[in-house]
């Protein structure tokens, strides 16, 4: 078994599962999305993103690059999330989550589009 494949599989999928567990719950309350559980997110999914450089062929770009999408929506979602919170001062409305939540939801759809492409490749190098 490779120890370095196990934990970049690890890491892929921990950001699937924490970005969904953002994710999931009415995309308008508040307190079905915990702050903590987006920062957890964007951190794995940064520390997936660092693990994808590595890699220098196609798959590896295209890894890659579901990753940059990941956390480029997240950090899109923490930053609308603190300037509803700190810049406006007016606290989190429900426009306000539905647009913190939907950044999520395209962050989700990136880390999935990862684990599929993760398996594939593994069924791939099994033959």
Do not use: C
């Not at 567990?21 to 957890?40: R, T, V, W």
């Amino acid at each position: 078994m490779n120890k370095e494949k196990v934990i970049f599989a690890f890491f892929i999928i921990l950001a699937l599962t924490l970005n969904f567990g953002f994710f999931i719950g009415d995309i308008d309350n508040p307190l079905h999305h915990h702050a903590f559980e987006l920062f957890a997110a964007i951190v794995v999914n940064l520390i997936a993103t660092v693990l994808k450089f590595g890699d220098r062929t196609h798959l590896g770009a295209v890894l890659l690059a579901t990753s940059l999408v990941a956390d480029l929506q997240l950090l899109g979602a923490a930053a609308v999330w603190a300037v509803a919170l700190y810049g406006m001062g007016s606290g989190t409305h429900e426009g306000t989550m539905v647009s913190v939540v939907s950044l999520a939801g395209g962050a989700l759809v990136a880390n999935i589009v990862s684990v599929v492409l993760l398996v594939a490749e593994t069924m791939a190098v099994r033959r």
